[in-house]
């Protein structure tokens, strides 16, 4: 059964609980790796910077302690593979409806399950919709 490395683990824990449950669910049926939890100010100004995030600091939910957004991607990672990110995408969604999480994902911004509409692809990305527990 696939599990997550102790790096992953870490980057996992710097997330909001219902994140960690989430993932800690999905791992079971998908192998994936956690590439970010919490972003730091640098962290932050570096993704904006590269063109990686569209939000400056501290408007990213990543920039949240916990953090309310984490990037995940199926493993192993094949950037070029964006079937298998979508894919990996609605697994994470529907095991997020199944445990009665409101996720946003960065496939699908507006959520109306047209991803071809998305004006800026973060298929790694997942977010809570809503601020507090």
Do not use: Y
């Not at 989430?22 to 590439?35: A, E, G, P, Y």
């Not at 409101?102 to 911004?109: A, H, S």
């Amino acid at each position: 059964m696939p599990h997550f490395s102790n790096t992953s683990l870490k980057r996992l824990q710097s997330c909001d609980e219902r994140l960690q449950r989430l993932f800690q669910s999905v791992v079971q049926r998908f192998d994936c790796t956690v590439l970010e939890g919490h972003r730091t100010r640098d962290r932050q100004d570096a993704a904006f910077a590269r063109g990686a995030s569209t939000l400056q600091w501290p408007a990213s939910k990543h920039n949240a302690l916990p953090s309310l957004a984490v990037d995940v991607a199926p493993w192993p990672i094949d950037w070029d593979d964006r079937d298998r990110f979508h894919l990996f995408g609605g697994v994470v969604l529907g095991t997020a409806q199944a445990m009665g999480l409101d996720i946003r994902w960065g496939g699908d911004w507006d959520g109306d399950t047209a991803t071809q509409d998305n004006v800026f692809d973060d298929l790694v990305h997942f977010e809570l919709r809503e601020e507090s527990p």
